[in-house]
Nanobody, 125 residues
Framework: VQLQASGGGLVQPGGSLRLSCAAS????????IGWFRQAPGKEREAVSS????????YYADSVKGRFTISRDNAKNMVYLHASDLNPEDTAVYYCAAAQVRGPWLWGMEQEYDYWGQGTLVTVSS
């Protein structure tokens, strides 16, 4: 069972990136998927999540209107499209999977069963 986040890199302020989260060893359609990030010297924070069906999405206030989460269960992939990036978005971004069990607190790390390694996003001119 493994999650793999990818798509990070160096981008100029105002630019965009698409982060991808791929699963191996299990299928994502039974899981809610979340994106978290950890900036240098800061605690990890929730960025966005999507329910197992894709019918519900959630965003932190800091990224609302700029980031879009989506999923393609047929491809076993989840995406985070990040636009209008600014230096405060610089962080290591992680994807995580929470098995569907009932009520779900999307922003709580403890809700998630599997974590991928992070992908670094650096926003700088």
């Amino acid at each position: 069972v493994q999650l793999q986040a990818s798509g990070g890199g160096l981008v100029q302020p105002g630019g965009s990136l698409r982060l991808s989260c791929a699963a191996s060893g299990f299928t994502l359609d039974g899981y809610h998927i979340g994106w978290f990030r950890q900036a240098p010297g800061k605690e990890r924070e929730a960025v966005s999540s999507i329910s197992s069906s894709g019918g519900n999405t959630y965003y932190a206030d800091s990224v609302k209107g700029r980031f879009t989460i989506s999923r393609d269960n047929a491809k076993n992939m989840v995406y985070l499209h990040a636009s209008d990036l600014n230096p405060e978005d610089t962080a290591v971004y992680y994807c995580a999977a929470a098995q569907v069990r009932g009520p779900w607190l999307w922003g709580m790390e403890q809700e998630y069963d599997y974590w991928g390694q992070g992908t670094l996003v650096t926003v700088s001119s």
